[in-house]
């Protein structure tokens, strides 16, 4: 539910509805996650850093799972053109929490074949292919109209 008010962009309503469940329930680190997510997708600078630093106090000894806040806060910086800010704040956090992104892996079938694939890994015997395509891809997606969000 507030991941659909986050699309609204009704983010009072998020927050009350987290506020709400808060008061019979432990809170709810995704629950938050969400809403940060959603002021990231906005923009929305104050509500970002505000719901972040509450993650923080509730969450203190969840290190590992603060890391997505600390990525999500630094890409909404980014996302603003804060880009030193976004790099300081990242470096920081990271290092007061004392631990590291963990690499995001995906897998696709492809003609009934499980593919994997770690970020930034090129050690696929077809990468030159994949990213050659991607890049073609990325290329016509631009042409028509699409508009890459860097952050």
Same mark, same amino acid.
């Given at each position: 539910m507030v991941d659909c008010l $986050? !699309? /609204?962009f009704r983010f009072d309503e998020a927050q009350n509805l987290i506020y709400e469940y808060e008061k019979s329930n432990k809170p709810s680190f995704f629950m938050n996650t969400s809403l940060l997510s959603g002021a990231r997708n $906005? !923009? $929305?600078r104050n /509500? +970002?850093?505000m719901i972040y630093r509450r993650m923080k106090f509730l969450f203190p000894d969840e290190k590992q799972d603060l890391v997505s806040g600390v990525v999500l806060l630094s890409n909404m910086y980014a996302s603003v053109g804060e880009h030193e800010l976004a790099k300081s704040f990242r470096y920081n956090q990271m290092k007061e929490l004392r631990t590291k992104v963990k690499v995001g892996f995906t897998w696709t079938e492809v003609k009934g074949q499980l593919a994997e694939f770690a970020v930034h890994d090129r050690s696929h015997p077809k990468s +030159?292919?994949?990213f050659a395509e991607l890049d073609r891809l990325t290329s016509e997606l631009i042409a028509n109209g699409y508009k890459c969000d860097a952050s």
């Open positions: $986050n !699309r /609204l $906005n !923009r $929305n /509500l +970002s850093e +030159s292919q994949i």
